[in-house]
DNA sequence: CATGAATGAGTGTTCATTCAT
DNA sequence: TATGAATGAACACTCATTCAT
């Protein structure tokens, strides 16, 4: 007895439901967008997402999960080919700056915002958002300091920890500010300086 | 005749409801703080509640403008005996940098957060919250580097405006940042370094 | 010790409540009237209005009493100077249908209307409906029409009682759709022709 | 996939919640009724409720215009077996006189009435009412009286669009007055005698 | 007698979740 | 697995009435 729907046609399933929530949560945040909006984008019944999904934090939580993970595989998937730290992070503030521009991506910033947010608030979110800030974000550009520290591209006595702090706060700071205030963000001036700023203090000075 | 109860008794009873409700919302959120979580803080009765202010949103749109005044007060309370730019600019980061450490202030900022992203929503939020965003927290640091720029502290060829987007973004990012992750998040050392960078990019370079 | 304030004084403020409710109760029915709107309109405090009235229904019971008794008077006083039944009941005629005109007596009509109405469901207010309907409506017409029998104005075989009720059935039907309609009903018209079958029941045909 | 109840099934339960409505407002009128008394009386939950109605005030509507339906589709059935206009306006009156008797009715009115005196003061209902009065009621009795006139039954020169009016304004007022008063109320003679008086005022007289 | 702040039960409406089909 | 009707606990907000001043 072979299963009746193949894993491919529920994994697509589930990637409806998490994009047609994407736009939703967007749209109206986390609290006020309902499950029959999820219906209603998405073009399945409620039954149907109750089979996927065990209650809306589920939905709201494997959104962010599949968001993350999709954003770090492309970078280590693009970083295969970038053998030195300066670049690698030069490719992040590209990245960024770049991906701005698109309306998905604010969206995606205002539900990734309110999801930092919430985690101040709900249990089951903070652990997980906390245990992905740190092995995840954090780590990430830790791993490159230290690269660029021992390969003698960066000053040796910066703080990995501090600065790949600061650049997350920094790059969430100016993609939420974006996200909310929209043309009138000087987004592309304000990432150049920025990364000015942060190569400033990785780099020797006399 | 005459009113029964004086103007400050229902001062100090608005108040009253305003900072009950910026511990309910802070707690849990704008949408999922009742109004009877409000009621039950402040020891108010619903009909009470609504004696002072009309909806919801009101209490929270209120509360925000409430915290946006007091703060800029206080700023333009100190600035009297402050005459030059650098010092202000200075005072800034070490206001932030101190209140950053009571509980009230990451309440403040967590509810400040929310109501950030939900003006990306809610028209009437949006409005008020551009204007203010425009009008005084921009106004403020633009009135203070062009200060700097005409006594000469500062480079002639800063874009005041863009630095001062930059200042609320990075202030904006650390303090909420600080907020969500509390005694994990090296608010301390992020604001130190924000500081010296912000600095090397309105000193002048040789 | 005199009283404080004058008997006068005491029933104008009585009728400024009564006129000021009339208005708010034609306007949006008697159960979404507030007494705050009654307050807004007639420029006096809650309390003050709870001290001449002891509740919302007394308000109106008191209301339809002052415009019953107000109607009837203005009919007695007319009827003084008249001295033969077919005259009288010309007159009741007239006088609906010239008073039907004015935008008071189409609010009246609205409220008299719902007072009927919810007389059939509120204990309180049917008893004195009841009686007045008796008493004083239909008695009224009973008294014209028997004394148009003893002058041999009318037919000697009407039964008065059913030529009363009929002629407050139409009188009332006219006076509210021409309420609810305003304009477009041909008051004028019907109430003509409905005085000329009214006529033709009373009158003697060979 | 398919619908999970049928078409029917739905029907019949909105046909309980309007019936179990009517009831309510009968009984306490719109705006006394509440949704908790249309769940107990029809058994069913609050939330289903709305699931087939969107607003108190839509199962008010509906409810009117199942009734106003219902009530044309019976006259038009038994009006293909009639072939002359008298027997057709007498039809009417007999229909009325006999249905008065019954207490469905008088709850029918009550509400009837009641949704009437609101369409002079709520918008939406205002439209929907005119509309009906205009299009179905006047232009029903209108269609009798031209064809009577037509067929040489009625005279000539009397106004089809005024009498439709009276006849709608007695028939309301007499059943009105029925549902208020109760068996106080001789609504049988004054049936008949409104009869005669209509036909009175059809007839060719000499 | 006048005032209007306080009260709190009650209202219409929403919505995540369940479950029979 | 899919469906969508059913549920009922919540929620924001209202309003007649009271009462201290």
Chains 1, 2, 3, 4 share one sequence.
């Not at 409620?46 to 954003?71: C, H, P, R, V």
């Not at 998937?77 to 030069?90: D, G, R």
Request: some cysteine; glycine content about 4%; hydrophobic content about 40%.
């Amino acid at each position: 007895m072979s299963p009746i729907v193949s894993e491919e046609y529920k994994e697509n399933r589930k990637k409806l439901i998490l994009e047609s929530a994407l736009k939703c949560f967007a749209e109206k945040g986390f609290e006020l967008a309902t499950i029959d909006d999820i219906c209603a984008r998405s073009g399945m019944s409620k039954g149907s997402i109750y089979n996927y999904f065990k209650t809306k934090d589920d939905i709201y939580i494997q959104l962010m999960n599949e968001q993350t993970k999709a954003n770090f595989d492309y970078f280590q998937e693009h970083f295969k080919t970038i053998s030195n730290a300066t670049e690698k992070l030069q490719f992040l503030f590209k990245t960024y700056r770049e991906v701005s521009l698109t309306e998905d991506f604010k969206h995606l910033m205002l539900v990734h915002g309110e999801f930092w947010l919430s985690s101040s608030r709900k249990k089951e979110i903070r652990s997980i958002m906390l245990e992905r800030y740190q092995n995840v974000y954090k780590s990430f550009v830790i791993a490159i300091l230290e690269e660029g520290i021992a390969s003698g591209e960066f000053r040796k006595d910066i703080d990995p920890s501090v600065i790949s702090t600061i650049f997350w706060t920094y790059v969430d700071g100016i993609c939420l500010d974006y996200a909310v205030l929209g043309t009138e963000y000087p987004y592309c001036e304000v990432f150049r300086k920025t990364e000015e700023m942060i190569f400033f203090l990785l780099m020797k000075r006399d």
